[in-house]
């Protein structure tokens, strides 16, 4: 059954440095989300992206973060200058159509220090 | 705005006795609503759905839920719970009115917790 993969699983970092963590979704999926859970909290949206343009985003999603899809088959969250705050675990989703429901990867755990 | 709640951080029953995971919304629109699992250090799993129709959704693994409009209400249910049900469950809704992004809103979470 295909799925949502992310590397890396866990990604340590010191505050101000650039990371990007890397989601291949589904190949037949046409949206692509990130969305984030700091430890002990709710699963927050980031951003979603469509037909190579962000379609929505949420407050969350400032200047320090951007995303791409440089190929056929990535999709990449880039946060420019990580801060202690950034510390939480990313999920990437896909869904194939507008009202589906969205599949989710494992996950990748990033610890700021 | 579309907003989930959960109103049990935990649930703890018997094996075999029937569950129920409570979650309500409020949206301007129409919801779309989802049923997630989450396991340990995993992502989410996707469960079931309510978009048009039927109020009572069939999903995965023997769950089910009852999309009720006049409480607002997309109760999660099982009869007869194992176990291996024991995880992380969360409740989200898309609002038929927000932009075209899909955003989800998730609500808190609840932990249930299936007892031999």
């Known amino acids: 059954e295909p799925e949502v993969t992310q590397t890396p699983s866990h990604q340590v970092t010191q505050m101000g440095q650039e990371v990007i963590l890397r989601c291949v979704p589904i190949?037949?999926?046409?949206?692509f989300y990130w969305y984030r859970q700091i430890l002990g909290q709710k699963v927050e949206f980031l951003v979603s992206?469509?037909?190579?343009?962000?379609?929505?985003k949420s407050e969350i999603f400032d200047d320090q973060f951007s995303v791409e899809r440089p190929d056929g088959s990535n999709f990449t969250l880039k946060i420019r200058s990580t801060k202690l705050e950034d510390s939480a675990m990313y999920f990437c989703?896909?869904?194939?159509?507008?009202?589906?429901?969205?599949?989710f990867g494992p996950g990748t755990r990033l610890t700021v220090l | 705005a579309q907003s989930v709640a959960q109103p049990e951080d935990q649930v703890n029953v018997a094996e075999g006795n029937p569950l129920t995971v409570k979650c309500t919304y409020s949206?301007?629109?129409?919801?779309?609503l989802f049923w997630y699992v989450q396991y340990p250090n995993r992502g989410l799993q996707f469960l079931l759905k309510?978009?048009?129709?039927?109020?009572l959704v069939k999903g995965s693994y023997g769950f089910e839920a009852e999309f009720n409009k006049s409480q607002t209400s997309f109760h999660l249910k099982k009869p007869s719970a194992l176990v291996s049900d024991s995880a992380l469950y969360f409740c989200?809704?898309?609002?038929?009115?927000?932009?075209?992004?899909?955003?989800?809103?998730f609500g808190t979470g609840t932990q249930l917790k299936v007892e031999l």
């Open positions: 992206f469509y037909n190579n343009e962000i379609s929505e």
């Open positions: 989703a896909s869904s194939p159509e507008q009202y589906n429901e969205q599949f």
């Open positions: 989200a809704v898309r609002d038929s009115l927000t932009g075209g992004g899909n955003k989800l809103t």
């Open positions: 190949s037949n999926h046409l949206y």
């Open positions: 949206v301007s629109g129409n919801p779309y």
């Open positions: 309510y978009i048009t129709g039927d109020n």
